[in-house]
Antibody, heavy 121, light 106 residues
């Protein structure tokens, strides 16, 4: 069965960086895009970006340009999302989510369990 | 970016009821609309994509309809496990965006 297993909770100070992992199993990793979505406490869902594990192509909203780096390791079937220069309003639960197929981007079928990140001095 | 607006923001219902949630897109997204369910402390769960197609394992009590800019999610015969927050999300183009959520409670 498809599983996306994320790394554990993290606490960072403002200005620091955090790198979250999402280990995929139960399917061929390079055949589906991986998305990152975040949810601030008590708030809705916000899309952070997308990466194609087969070729490394990425998309992300303008607001995250220069602060978010998404990568994949096809040897370990793991996707990573690094967020730099953390601010308190980056405090959120970060989810990875798989595309339903290789031509239907941003259409999620499976989700990771979420990684809480707290940014506080 | 395409704006997604859900109504209502919250909804009270009882076990056995049927409820409908509406989602409007700020521009035509054809049928590229998904519905997600999220319970407190859990990851979202994908219920429906392409406006009306149920993901594998999702019970038929959930149904979606609509196209263009207006969409609905209907839940029949509400059970205790259905009380959650529901989000719509377009998967039409970059960037995907979400509605603000509809909290369904008793």
């Amino acid at each position: 069965q498809v599983q996306l297993l994320q790394s554990g909770a993290d606490v960072k100070k403002p200005g620091a960086s955090v790198k979250i992992s999402c280990k995929a199993s139960g399917y061929t990793f390079t055949t589906r895009g991986i998305n990152w979505v975040r949810q601030a406490p008590g708030q809705g869902l916000e899309w952070v970006g997308w990466i194609n594990p087969q070729n490394g192509n990425r998309n992300q909203p303008v607001k995250f340009w220069g602060r978010v780096t998404m990568t994949t390791d096809t040897a370990t079937n793991t996707a990573y999302m690094e967020l730099r220069n953390l601010k308190p309003d980056d405090t959120a639960v970060y989810f990875c989510a798989r595309d339903i197929d290789d031509s239907d981007w941003y259409n999620f079928d499976h989700w990771g369990q979420g990684t809480p990140v707290t940014v506080s001095s | 970016d395409i704006q997604m607006t859900q109504s209502p923001s919250s909804l009270s219902a009882s076990v056995g009821d049927t409820v409908t949630i509406t989602c409007r897109a700020s521009e035509d997204i054809t049928n590229n609309l998904a519905w997600l369910q999220q319970k407190p402390g859990e990851a979202p769960k994908s219920l429906i994509y392409s406006a009306s197609t149920l993901h594998t394992g999702v019970p038929s009590k959930f149904s979606g309809s609509g196209s263009g800019t207006e969409f609905t999610l209907t839940i029949n015969n509400l059970q205790p496990e259905d009380f959650a927050t529901y989000y719509c999300q377009h998967h039409n183009s970059f960037p995907p965006t979400f509605g603000q959520g509809t909290k369904l409670d008793i």
